[in-house]
């Protein structure tokens, strides 16, 4: 399912098994560019993040593809840049793009706005975040240079502590987390490029990566990651756009595998 950057925002279902566009569903007047998304497959639904002042979050029936429901956030609550789901916890989080950056907490059973935490001044503009349900913590990336890592608890949706990067670590607008491993990885959105190791354990910065900033593999916008084979990957805004693959096993070895 992907969500369109339109007026109002659309949701386009892909079917995996052949790649065919299958449908499309319209949203309603005002729910604008969704430009954040999460899934809850066991329950059936996806929920939307909306690039609007307030942001709206906006539930999708997966079954029949049809619109649930919105929520409407409080004032100042705007443009949803960032999401993540605890699905059996029964919450989603979602990070906006302010000054400071102000983290939302949604209650997916009965889809209410559960509460809000704003933070600190200079941690701004959350276009990146990872969550570590077991352990009970989401970590944010925030687009601020040089970049910052936020720890939240989720229990109590309370601050933590903040990670300032080096500087030339700006801009967090990607991130994955390997848990079995206890890291997060954070791409910037910069040139050149990095992607910094954070250990969760010790909320530490562990080393960074530098990309070829003579090559495309910089602005990294969109990761995922392969956890079973320790593979991440990066997608870059770069024209034409790059997948840069990263080996998480060796220390986040570059790999000069580059996808275009």
Do not use: C, W
């Amino acid at each position: 399912y992907f969500g369109t950057n339109t007026n109002p925002g659309k949701v386009v279902k892909v079917d995996l098994s052949n790649f065919k566009r299958v449908g499309v569903l319209t949203l309603d007047p005002g729910e604008n560019a969704l430009i954040s998304a999460v899934i809850d497959p066991d329950a059936g639904f996806a929920y939307f993040g909306t690039g609007t002042s307030p942001g709206k979050i906006v539930k999708v029936k997966l079954s029949d593809f049809t619109r649930v429901g919105a929520v409407t956030l409080n004032a100042g609550e705007n443009l949803l840049t960032s999401a993540v789901i605890d699905p059996m916890g029964g919450y989603a989080y979602f990070g906006t793009r302010t000054s400071p950056g102000k983290v939302i907490k949604i209650k997916l059973p009965d889809f209410t706005h559960a509460g809000t935490l704003t933070l600190q001044p200079g941690e701004d503009n959350l276009f990146s975040a990872v969550i570590d349900p077991e352990d009970g913590f989401v970590y944010l990336g925030a687009a601020t240079t040089p970049g910052k890592v936020i720890k939240v608890k989720l229990s109590d949706l309370s601050r933590v502590d903040a990670l300032t990067l080096k500087p030339g670590e700006d801009l967090l607008s990607s991130a994955v987390i390997d848990l079995a491993h206890g890291y997060a990885y954070f791409g910037t959105d910069a040139l050149p490029a990095f992607v910094v190791k954070v250990s969760l354990s010790e909320f530490k910065r562990i080393g960074a990566l530098e990309l070829d900033f003579e090559g495309p593999e910089y602005y990294l916008k969109s990761a995922v990651i392969d956890p079973a084979n320790r593979y991440a990957y990066f997608g870059t805004k770069f024209k034409p756009g790059s997948v840069v693959r990263i080996d998480l096993g060796h220390q986040i070895m570059y790999l000069p595998q580059v996808f275009r």
